[in-house]
């Protein structure tokens, strides 16, 4: 027991007093440190052995060699044939590093697939796709495949009735948990003519994309 102002009180809670204390002037302490310290993106592994949140310098670091740069927004985008880890039909990889999240997209555009007026080697090299995305992803959230709705209607037309909007589409959407979402496309470029996309959006990319709209929507309102 502890004598305090002629009352007697029990020592353990004089020693929680002052732990409590102790806790509050830490916080304090800590609190200026903590609103002063960058802000720490969060590091997840992407696409192609890419890592969602690196910057542009560690994505090169990577060996990535971005001898395009486009600056559109807040995104820089940077073009390249090879990545970390590639597929054996891509042409060409696009990756969009915002100003914040840094590395929050990237999408894949495969070789010409030529010589196909039916479609057949497109929607197998589609379908083998989808199979190790679902494989990896789970079920498709969404999936539309359709062909011959508008002006393109013959078996042979496929490539140029999915250029045409209304026409038909080929397309899968999957999500992983982590918030990735992802886009599988076969697309048409004229007769016999087409190519694959894939996208990948990253796990901070909705939040990057909600900062752009902001930005855009207030300064439309201080030009009012």
């Known amino acids: ?18 732990q409590k204390m102790e806790k509050i002037m830490i916080k304090k302490l800590l609190l200026p440190v ?3 310290l960058p802000y720490a993106n ?18 090169e670091a990577q060996g990535v060699s971005c001898g395009e740069k486009t600056a ?3 995104f820089t985008i940077c073009k390249t044939t ?26 894949m555009i495969s070789k010409d697939i ?23 992803y789970g079920n498709p959230t969404g999936s539309y495949e359709y062909i011959g709705r508008k002006l393109y209607e013959e078996s042979d037309e496929f490539y140029q ?27 048409g470029l004229g007769r016999g003519k087409g190519y694959i996309t894939i996208g990948y959006e990253g796990p901070s990319w909705s939040d990057a994309l ?7 929507s207030k300064s439309d309102e201080d030009a009012l």
């Open 1 to 18: 027991m502890l004598l305090i102002r002629g009352q007697l009180v029990p020592l353990i809670n004089t020693v929680r007093a002052k």
């Open 34 to 36: 903590l609103l002063f």
């Open 42 to 59: 969060v590091m997840a592994d992407g696409p192609f052995g890419t890592i969602w949140g690196k910057s542009i310098s560690g994505t």
């Open 72 to 74: 559109k927004n807040r």
């Open 82 to 107: 090879k990545l970390p880890k590639n597929l054996s039909i891509s042409e060409q990889y696009s990756l969009y590093f915002d100003k914040k999240y840094n590395l929050q997209k990237v999408t």
């Open 114 to 136: 030529t010589g196909d007026p039916y479609g057949s080697d497109g929607k197998e090299k589609y379908s083998d796709l989808k199979t190790k995305l679902t494989k990896k």
């Open 161 to 187: 009735c999915l250029r045409y909007s209304g026409c038909g589409t080929y397309i899968s959407f999957f999500e992983s948990k982590s918030g990735e979402v992802v886009a599988l496309e076969l697309k």
């Open 210 to 216: 909600d900062a752009y709209k902001n930005k855009v």
